[in-house]
């Protein structure tokens, strides 16, 4: 199988690529940077290897940089055993990905809104957390939302909730780093924090659409994360 990992949110595309890779533990994993070349390429992943048939060939920008030529015909020698995964640091061309449309599974990782880094940024500190905030330029829309899905998602996992019943509770797919991350981050929290500003930002939605504030979402949610977060 053929990967295309492109876009500049080097975070996600890195989880992805993991993801990958422990998919297939049994298999023998080989790292090209942009210090080699077409000639290791070709011999990592069309050469005969004795000690295993099972591989995976992890090219890092080699698409960005030119060094796989206009002959895709060689990929049809690829061992059905192998996984090759082109990571890449930027975006692709269009043209450039429409050759390898029935070739290769061509996932793209834009770069995050300040909106996700507020979301991650999320902690127990309320300094950190109203830090995160301010960087978001503006009103920004649909705040309170990814705010309260985010905490709903926190405190799911804090109730022991499986991944495959989050997602269906939410009715969002979640990707196994994208899991591992909500993990790490709810592990941070108490659950009776989280229900509180859950709660509190649920309120702060209401008053909003029944007229009794005349203030902005990101004016309004400093005063819960004040209230409900450690200094």
């Not at 942009?34 to 060939?57: H, L, M, P, R, V």
């Not at 082109?86 to 050759?99: I, N």
């Not at 979640?174 to 991350?181: G, R, S, T």
């Amino acid at each position: 199988m053929i990967y295309i990992l492109h876009g500049k949110d080097s975070e996600a595309s890195y989880g992805r690529l993991s993801g990958l890779l422990t998919r297939s533990p049994k298999a023998t994993t080989i790292k090209l940077t942009q210090a080699n070349t077409f000639d290791d390429f070709y011999q990592s992943a069309f050469g005969q290897d004795f000690f295993t048939d099972e591989k995976t060939i992890v090219c890092e920008n080699f698409l960005k940089d030119k060094k796989i030529g206009k002959n895709l015909d060689i990929f049809k020698n690829l061992s059905k055993n192998s996984n090759l995964v082109f990571w890449e640091s930027d975006e692709l061309a269009p043209a450039l990905l429409a050759k390898f449309q029935k070739l290769a599974v061509i996932e793209i990782f834009k770069e995050k809104p300040r909106m996700f880094w507020f979301l991650d940024s999320l902690s127990p500190s309320a300094k950190t957390s109203l830090k995160s905030l301010a960087n978001l330029k503006g009103n920004p829309k649909n705040l309170n939302w990814n705010l309260s899905m985010r905490l709903l998602h926190l405190i799911l996992l804090k109730l022991g909730t499986s991944q495959k019943d989050v997602e269906a509770f939410t009715g969002k797919k979640i990707y196994d780093w994208q899991w591992q991350k909500l993990k790490t981050q709810s592990q941070t929290f108490e659950l009776k924090a989280l229900v509180k500003l859950f709660g509190a930002i649920l309120k702060i939605d209401y008053h909003a659409k029944i007229g009794k504030t005349g203030l902005e979402e990101k004016d309004l949610i400093p005063f819960v994360l004040l209230k409900y977060l450690n200094p």
